[in-house]
């Protein structure tokens, strides 16, 4: 079960899709959650999808994304993330979200709705 205050798991219906609902101010240990769960996927598949739903997002803490097992998980996530889909991204998150996506080998997308996300990541090709 993962430990966190404002970053909740949730089950997308999609086999190898990690999701997560993101509220309030994500903290340091937010993130070291969050990044253990990536971290279990990625022993799990081969390739998994990712999808970030922002709803209420106030931001993060100054350093929140520089644990050691979120430093593993965004290392990793080069090599075994092929689509990173956001929906309700604040304004400009999503923009770089997408820019990101160019000059990584990584599909990066962003949604205005959950439903938007979703219907997107189900239209890829399954992973197992």
Same mark, same amino acid.
């Given at each position: 079960?993962? /430990?966190?205050?404002?970053?909740?798991?949730?089950?997308? $219906?999609?086999?190898? !899709?990690? $999701?997560?609902?993101?509220?309030? #101010?994500? !903290?340091?240990? /937010?993130?070291?959650?969050?990044?253990?769960?990536?971290?279990?996927?990625?022993?799990?598949? /081969?390739?998994? /999808?990712?999808?970030?739903?922002?709803?209420?997002?106030?931001?993060?803490? !100054?350093?929140?994304?520089?644990? !050691?097992?979120?430093? #593993?998980?965004?290392?990793?996530?080069?090599?075994?993330?092929?689509?990173?889909?956001?929906?309700?991204?604040?304004?400009?998150?999503?923009?770089?979200?997408?820019?990101?996506?160019?000059?990584?080998?990584?599909?990066?997308?962003?949604?205005?709705?959950?439903?938007?996300?979703?219907?997107?990541?189900?239209?890829?090709?399954?992973?197992?």
């Amino acid at each position: 079960m993962m /430990d966190s205050a404002h970053i909740q798991p949730f089950d997308t $219906g999609l086999p190898a !899709t990690c $999701g997560f609902r993101i509220a309030g #101010k994500v !903290t340091r240990t /937010d993130m070291s959650a969050m990044a253990e769960r990536v971290l279990e996927a990625f022993d799990r598949h /081969d390739k998994i /999808d990712m999808l970030l739903v922002f709803d209420r997002y106030d931001g993060s803490e !100054t350093g929140a994304s520089l644990s !050691t097992d979120a430093i #593993k998980a965004q290392t990793a996530s080069l090599w075994n993330v092929r689509a990173y889909v956001t929906a309700g991204a604040p304004e400009g998150a999503g923009e770089m979200v997408e820019t990101m996506g160019r000059l990584i080998p990584v599909d990066a997308k962003s949604f205005p709705t959950e439903r938007e996300a979703m219907a997107y990541l189900a239209s890829l090709h399954p992973l197992s």
